[in-house]
């Protein structure tokens, strides 16, 4: 029997069948032993064989082969990785400017993550509400960026229900994604978006300016008509994995078109002669963000680096 992952609670994967059945089931015990470096080798949005047994649960036999996902290291386990979700037509990061504050080092490192597995990204500028005119500025110039970069960018408050009418028509007939630091508010404009499905929420932490998780599992949830929202929970660092050094510059965008006109193919764009992105960074046509992201990601054999989310 065929079916679609569309809950992991852990230990526990709930199916939904071709038939339209919900059958909660478990991975077989060899199904670990085939090679995957995954804290979960089965993932919300990957479709499965289920064989089910006496108990009406079932047991995953086999997954299909994925079209896409989007990766990143395992928190605890480093050398392992995290699967978010599978087989995506788009992802949308939740970021704010403010109580959270979403640093640059993580929108760049989910874009690079999506690039290398070709996963569309939407960036959703969320707590519009709560910017004062310092604040507003600063996401004025993040949304000026990342638009330069060739990344489709959204203002909006999920808490007053502000921009939310035009995220609906990207949402229709597609499967995304929706990721983000604890607390920028995925879960109040999951509620904006899907009525009647009241997620819980929770406030940001005034002492530290930090969310609180409020998911803890991945879920798919249906939209009104056609298309899935993926919830996840929410994640402070962005751990790439499994990305070679000389692969990092295709996955940024505006270094790559530069790349094109370094002197040497295998430039790495930190000091060698006649390197074009060096010189459009000298001239600002690369932003100093987005370069010391790009850093970051090609000096990831130190293991601490990735969990400096803020």
């Known amino acids: 029997m065929k079916g679609?992952?569309?809950?992991n609670t852990g230990s526990w994967y709930t199916v939904r069948t071709d038939d339209g059945q919900l059958i909660e089931s478990k991975i077989k015990g060899n199904f670990r032993l085939k090679g995957i470096r995954n804290t979960n080798p089965?993932?919300?949005?990957?479709?499965?064989?289920?064989?089910?047994?006496?108990?009406?649960?079932?047991?995953?036999?086999?997954?299909?082969?994925?079209?896409?996902y989007i990766i990143r290291k395992s928190q605890n386990l480093s050398k392992q990785s995290h699967i978010i979700a599978a087989n995506v037509d788009q992802a949308f990061l939740v970021v704010t400017v403010t109580r959270p504050q979403?640093?640059?080092?993580?929108?760049?490192?989910?874009?690079?993550?999506?690039?290398?597995?070709?996963?569309?990204?939407v960036l959703i500028f969320?707590?519009?509400?709560?910017?004062?005119?310092?604040?507003?500025?600063?996401?004025?110039?993040?949304?000026?960026?990342?638009?330069?970069?060739?990344?489709?960018?959204r203002a909006i408050s999920a808490e007053t229900g502000e921009g939310?009418?035009?995220?609906?028509?990207?949402?229709?007939?597609?499967i995304t994604l929706l990721?983000?630091?604890?607390?920028?508010?995925?879960?109040?404009?999951?509620?904006?978006l899907v009525p009647g499905v009241?997620?819980?929420?929770?406030?940001?932490?005034?002492?530290?300016?930090?969310g609180q998780h409020t998911t803890t599992f991945s879920e798919m949830i249906r939209?009104?008509?056609?298309?899935?929202?993926?919830?996840?929970?929410?994640?402070?660092?962005?751990?790439?994995?499994?990305?070679?050094?000389?692969?990092?510059?295709?996955?940024?965008?505006e270094i790559f078109h530069f790349s094109k006109d370094c002197r040497f193919s295998n430039c790495t764009h930190t000091h060698e002669p006649g390197c074009a992105v060096l010189k459009a960074l000298d001239g600002h046509y690369i932003a100093q963000s987005r370069y010391q992201s790009y850093l970051s990601m090609l000096n990831d054999k130190d293991e601490s680096k990735y969990r400096e989310a803020y």
């Open 4 to 7: 679609l992952v569309v809950k």
């Open 164 to 174: 939310i009418i035009d995220l609906r028509p990207l949402l229709d007939g597609r």
């Open 198 to 210: 009241s997620l819980r929420t929770a406030e940001v932490s005034d002492a530290h300016n930090t």
């Open 42 to 68: 089965v993932a919300v949005g990957d479709r499965v064989e289920i064989v089910t047994n006496l108990e009406g649960t079932a047991f995953i036999t086999d997954i299909e082969d994925r079209r896409n």
């Open 102 to 121: 979403t640093s640059t080092t993580f929108i760049d490192r989910f874009l690079a993550s999506a690039e290398a597995y070709r996963v569309p990204v």
């Open 223 to 253: 939209l009104p008509g056609e298309g899935y929202l993926i919830d996840t929970p929410g994640i402070k660092g962005f751990g790439t994995f499994d990305m070679e050094p000389e692969e990092l510059t295709s996955y940024f965008r």
């Open 126 to 153: 969320n707590k519009t509400d709560l910017l004062d005119e310092e604040t507003r500025r600063y996401q004025q110039m993040m949304i000026r960026l990342y638009e330069t970069v060739g990344y489709e960018c």
């Open 179 to 192: 990721s983000g630091n604890s607390g920028v508010g995925k879960s109040t404009l999951i509620n904006r």
